[in-house]
């Protein structure tokens, strides 16, 4: 058989092979169900069937032990618990967590939690970008949940404790006394373990350093 009509040949017999495995996608895709949860973790993380752990994507939830810790898991679970999902646009993290949007019956639970309060909004990117700005602004401008005064607190709520201990982004914990430099502008978050000490001999015991900003 002459050499050219080999490239010929394997054009044709690759055309039905890839048709066969668009046809499967497309399948696949029209027949998925879902994904059931069969564990909730904290207010942002669940486990499906398989023990996939799952991190709900653009949000972050208060670590169980931080304000509304508790709330926000109850929350996820009256969502999700026992139920299906479907997993859309998923990512993963270095630990191999699925990072995805979470629908339920249409629903986008990732923006649920945030605009009720339940979760503060990443921006991380994506499609809900846009929806999960606009739910955060909702929450910070209602009160609800973690910036409710219980967890998002400008000014000491006992006059005798009033050295406000901050993390920043980097995860560097720092106290302000009152005579330290942007004292009123550094905002108490206790959903993010942020919180209100005292004496500096506590805030030093929990890893906190005095801003360099103090006088």
């Not at 994507?57 to 618990?81: H, N, T, V, W």
């Not at 249409?106 to 979760?119: H, M, Q, R, S, T």
């Amino acid at each position: 058989m002459p050499k050219k009509l080999f490239p010929i040949l394997s054009f044709f017999l690759l055309v039905p092979s890839l048709l066969a495995n668009i046809l499967l996608t497309q399948k696949t895709e029209t027949n998925y169900q879902g994904e059931l949860v069969t564990e909730v973790v904290d207010g942002d993380t669940f486990f499906i069937e398989n023990r996939q752990p799952i991190r709900l994507y653009g949000l972050d939830a208060p670590e169980l032990g931080f304000c509304y810790s508790q709330e926000a898991k109850k929350k996820l679970e009256e969502l999700i618990l026992n139920k299906k999902v479907i997993l859309a646009e998923p990512r993963t993290d270095h630990t191999g967590r699925i990072l995805p949007l979470v629908y339920i019956d249409g629903i986008l639970v990732n923006e649920i939690l945030i605009k009720n309060g339940f979760a503060i909004s990443r921006r991380q990117g994506g499609t809900a970008t846009e929806a999960f700005r606009i739910a955060n602004d909702n929450a910070r401008e209602n009160n609800l949940g973690i910036f409710s005064p219980n967890c998002y607190q400008p000014d000491p709520v006992d006059s005798k404790c009033v050295i406000k201990g901050n993390i920043n982004s980097q995860n560097k914990k720092s106290y302000f006394l009152p005579n330290c430099a942007n004292y009123n502008q550094v905002i108490i978050e206790k959903f993010e373990g942020e919180e209100y000490f005292c004496t500096e001999t506590e805030a030093k015991k929990a890893g906190y350093i005095k801003s360099k900003t103090c006088y």
